[in-house]
């Protein structure tokens, strides 16, 4: 979002600039996806669903975005829009699966009653 900004405001980002906007972008897939990944293990250990769509939430919400920018600057056959809106439906996909998760009851209360 960021790097959108700066590139709008004045131009092209400088190169140390927009490497550093990179490294934090793959930075914060990278520890998405490591919560995502905690996640699912707390799902595994406890069988509780809440973790599971917690998990499916990260992944939607910093894993599918990153990869497909990724896939889209290697093969470039993409349109920008199509691009934005993919990224766009799983983001929205992903939080509504972690919004889910936060208004689940935890399966120990819903077999006590």
Same mark, same amino acid.
């Given at each position: 979002? /960021?790097?959108? =900004?700066?590139q709008?405001?004045?131009?092209a980002?400088?190169?140390?600039?927009?490497? =550093?906007? &990179?490294?934090?972008? #793959? #930075?914060g897939a990278? /520890?998405? *996806? $490591?919560?995502a !990944? &905690?996640? $699912?293990?707390? !799902?595994?250990r406890?069988?509780s669903?809440?973790m599971?769509f917690?998990s499916l939430? $990260? +992944? *939607? @919400?910093?894993? +599918?975005? %990153?990869t497909?920018? @990724? #896939? %889209?600057?290697l093969v470039?056959? +993409?349109?920008?829009?199509?691009?934005?809106?993919?990224? &766009? @439906?799983?983001?929205?996909?992903?939080?509504?699966?972690? +919004?889910?998760?936060?208004h689940? &009851?935890?399966?120990?209360d819903r077999?006590a009653t």
């Amino acid at each position: 979002m /960021l790097s959108a =900004v700066l590139q709008t405001a004045g131009g092209a980002t400088s190169g140390w600039v927009g490497t =550093v906007l &990179q490294a934090s972008d #793959v #930075v914060g897939a990278l /520890l998405g *996806l $490591f919560i995502a !990944y &905690q996640a $699912f293990r707390g !799902y595994r250990r406890n069988r509780s669903r809440p973790m599971l769509f917690i998990s499916l939430g $990260f +992944v *939607l @919400v910093l894993g +599918v975005p %990153f990869t497909l920018f @990724v #896939v %889209f600057l290697l093969v470039r056959t +993409v349109p920008r829009t199509g691009l934005a809106a993919l990224i &766009q @439906v799983s983001e929205i996909t992903g939080l509504s699966c972690i +919004v889910y998760a936060l208004h689940m &009851q935890p399966d120990s209360d819903r077999s006590a009653t």
